[in-house]
């Protein structure tokens, strides 16, 4: 017996059943499919030496980065030194792996964000982020907002869950392991008034997003060419002339799909690119880009 001839009843009955075993099974199968990011990825012990990421924090404090200071000048609006410093000793400062530390992006988002809001009169504003990490990016957002008074929500997603105890390969990982909600508790009042955090691939998440527009955008996801496009792709109907999508790592040395992709997509999507070079490492750069 098929169920196209079982009774209705009968086939209602089954009909729910079979949803509520779905409904059973979609927080394992999450769990299972992305079961590498639950088991502190990130690090899987804390440093035996919190110095350390002082004497980094230190050194990194230290580096010049011309370019980016011209910029956010031209831009009329520079972060807090000593929030953005904080900031930076508690989500930016690893010591295993040991590669440059890139943080001056927040500089930028803080700035680009500023300018864009304190130009226009919006009830409220959309921002999207790929690539949540700690929260630094996000929060360097917030507080553009914040400090604009400024409404508005940042959705920020990433496969890494933001409410299960882990390693973060941070200073903090001295108290033990934490969700991403307890490390970034010192900015209770930002995570409150604008961040919503999502957990998932962005390939899926953002085809859920229901929103008519974004106002601004932050691509640090997955590093890959056809990522790349499918981000963009679902985000250029939602933007206006003006509004912006700020691009991680164009580096040509390391990442040549990711800058091929960017280059692309703003001549597809009609966006004009501003390139930012910095010294955080070699040919490191990023882009913002202006819907025309």
């Known amino acids: ?40 990825p990130l690090a899987v012990r804390p440093h035996k030496d919190t110095d350390d990421y002082l004497q980094r ?15 956010v000048q031209k ?30 992006h927040g500089r930028i988002l803080y700035s680009t964000l500023s300018a864009y809001v304190a130009e226009r009169e919006f009830e409220s504003v959309n921002i999207l982020e790929t690539g949540t990490h700690l929260g630094f990016s996000a929060l360097c957002l917030a507080k553009a907002l914040q ?30 392991p934490q969700t991403r909600l307890e490390l970034l508790r010192d900015y209770q009042d930002l995570l409150d008034q604008y961040l919503i955090f999502l957990q998932g691939d962005t390939r899926l998440q953002m085809k859920k997003l229901q929103l008519s527009r974004v ?22 109907n939602k933007q206006q002339p003006g509004d912006m999508i700020f691009f991680d790592d164009y580096t040509l040395t390391q990442f040549p799909e990711v800058v091929k ?4 997509v703003c001549e597809k999507y009609q966006y004009s690119q501003e390139v930012l070079k910095c010294s955080e490492g070699p040919d490191k750069g990023y882009v913002v880009a202006v819907k025309l």
């Open 215 to 236: 106002h601004y955008a932050a691509l640090d996801g997955a590093h890959t060419y056809e990522d790349i496009h499918l981000e963009v792709a679902s985000l250029q």
């Open 147 to 176: 400090d604009q008074q400024q409404p508005g929500k940042i959705i920020t997603m990433d496969l890494i869950p933001h409410d299960v105890k882990m390693y973060w390969n941070s200073i903090a990982d001295e108290q033990g």
């Open 57 to 71: 924090w230190a050194e990194v404090k230290q580096q010049s980065h011309p370019e980016i200071v011209t910029f």
């Open 261 to 264: 992709a960017i280059d692309e």
């Open 1 to 40: 017996m098929s169920l196209k001839t079982l009774p209705a009843q009968l086939k209602n009955l089954f009909t729910k059943r079979m949803h509520k075993l779905a409904f059973r099974l979609l927080e394992p199968m999450d769990r299972w499919a992305f079961r590498p990011y639950y088991r502190s």
């Open 75 to 104: 831009t009329g609006f520079a972060i807090d030194e000593e929030w953005f410093q904080d900031l930076m000793l508690l989500t930016r400062m690893r010591v295993t792996p040991n590669p440059p530390v890139a943080s001056e």
